[in-house]
């Protein structure tokens, strides 16, 4: 993780939080072709690590499910309500509350109704997520189910949720610097943190990043899966960052 980005602690003597309460369940969602790839050893050392706190950890390994990224008219099991002219946001929104989208969505909506953390598990594509995940917010975080209008950001219909990103970089931490090549990597994670994830009203840990490991020796690749452990450990004890303008961009 970048040192320029810390964990927030939780505060002594405070009140027991939502995510504080035993028996936890984890939403790991993972999107990496290869399980043998740090991103698979970041996932599976999360499985274990949480699984010996006592947590419930469920994975849904998207290339595995072959998860179908595309947001069709396919996602409609039911009659639309403009045939004539689709609007996919509409239809499903109406389709979510006749309980008539399709099952592969309902099933991963399931889970993040059931789960108290998520965790996103990917290499930073373009700035962004793989294809295959993005599928799955475009299709998953649907009006209806993860916000509606009103009903958004700290109002988000999943908010009392955990989620956290744990990310892989293609490029060092110096080429994520505000003087680096690439800028702050704060920027990349506004729409990712701010316009997705706390729109739908998550409460989002600091990321962890594990900046260029197709650079990194061996020994710092397993580094680099000993720190998520040794993190998650006392994942449930974090603050969640300030989703605001200044926490990505500055005052």
């Known amino acids: 993780?970048?040192?320029?980005?810390?964990?927030?602690?939780?505060?002594?003597?405070?009140?027991r939080r939502p995510w504080d309460s035993p028996g936890k369940k984890v939403l790991i969602v993972?999107?990496?072709?290869?399980?043998?790839?740090?991103?698979?050893?970041?996932?599976?050392?999360?499985?274990?690590?949480?699984?010996?706190?006592?947590?419930?950890?469920?994975?849904?390994?998207?290339?595995?499910?072959?998860?179908?990224?595309?947001?069709?008219g396919k996602d409609i099991t039911g009659t639309l309500s403009n045939p004539g002219f689709f609007n996919y946001g509409v239809e499903t929104h109406k389709a979510y509350e006749k309980r008539s989208l399709s099952?592969?969505?309902?099933?991963?909506?399931?889970?993040?109704?059931?789960?108290?953390l998520v965790i996103f598990q990917f290499p930073l594509y373009w700035f962004s997520v793989p294809a295959v995940l993005k599928g799955w917010m475009d299709r998953v975080l649907c009006q209806g189910f993860a916000f509606d209008f009103p009903g958004s950001y700290d109002d988000?219909?999943?908010?009392?949720?955990?989620?956290?990103?744990?990310?892989?970089?293609?490029?060092?931490?110096?080429?994520?610097?505000?003087?680096?090549?690439?800028?702050?990597?704060r920027y990349f994670l506004w729409p990712l943190q701010h316009g997705t994830l706390h729109f739908c009203g998550f409460n989002v840990l600091a990321p962890q990043i594990s900046f260029g490991p197709e650079m990194a020796s061996e020994e710092e690749r397993k580094?680099?899966?000993?720190?998520?452990?040794?993190?998650?450990?006392?994942?449930?004890?974090?603050?969640?960052?300030?989703?605001?303008?200044?926490?990505y961009f500055g005052q």
């Open 103 to 116: 099952s592969d969505i309902t099933e991963e909506q399931k889970k993040l109704q059931e789960a108290d």
């Open 223 to 247: 580094g680099m899966v000993a720190s998520w452990a040794q993190r998650l450990k006392t994942i449930w004890e974090e603050e969640p960052i300030q989703c605001s303008h200044p926490w």
């Open 1 to 15: 993780m970048s040192d320029s980005v810390q964990p927030h602690r939780r505060q002594p003597n405070r009140l």
């Open 156 to 185: 988000g219909f999943l908010k009392g949720k955990l989620a956290i990103l744990s990310l892989t970089t293609g490029g060092t931490a110096s080429m994520y610097s505000k003087t680096g090549v690439n800028g702050d990597f």
């Open 30 to 72: 993972y999107a990496h072709q290869e399980p043998r790839s740090l991103n698979g050893s970041l996932k599976d050392v999360a499985v274990a690590e949480l699984s010996q706190q006592g947590c419930t950890v469920t994975v849904s390994d998207l290339y595995a499910m072959n998860f179908e990224p595309r947001a069709t």
